[in-house]
């Protein structure tokens, strides 16, 4: 059974960063667009980021443009987002996810996702 595994959640500072991982196990990982989603409590599950298959397509929500960086490893079957200048609107739980079609070049729909982590949670104080 293939999973995700989300790690580098915490708690920081508004201004500070963190960084993500996302770790893919026992499923195809480099030939799949992968995606970041964040869900804030009483409110749906967002978009944040996207990189294809070879990292040459990223796509970025509005809100983070310009202060969170998409980036994978193929060879570690690893997803990263870097997150810079953070502050409190950025609270929720961090999602990593793969897109259901292979060589599908990038989305911002959750029901285009077929496999999700389980969640980390980032928090940050004002």
């Known amino acids: 059974q293939g999973q995700l595994v989300a790690s580098g959640g915490g708690l920081v500072q508004a201004g500070g960063s963190l960084r993500l991982s996302c770790t893919a196990s026992?499923?195809?990982?480099?030939?799949?667009?992968m995606g970041w989603f964040r869900q804030a409590p009483g409110k749906e599950r967002d978009f944040v980021a996207s990189?294809?298959?070879?990292?040459?397509?990223?796509d970025y929500a509005d809100s983070v443009k310009g202060r969170f960086t998409v980036s994978r490893d193929n060879a570690a079957n690893t997803m990263y987002l870097q997150m810079n200048s953070l502050s409190p609107a950025d609270t929720a739980v961090y999602y990593c996810a793969r897109v259901r079609l292979q060589f599908k070049l990038g989305s911002r729909a959750p029901a285009d996702y077929g496999y999700w982590g389980q969640g980390t949670q980032v928090t940050v104080s004002s």
């Open positions: 990189i294809s298959w070879t990292g040459g397509n990223r």
């Open positions: 026992g499923l195809t990982f480099n030939s799949y667009t």
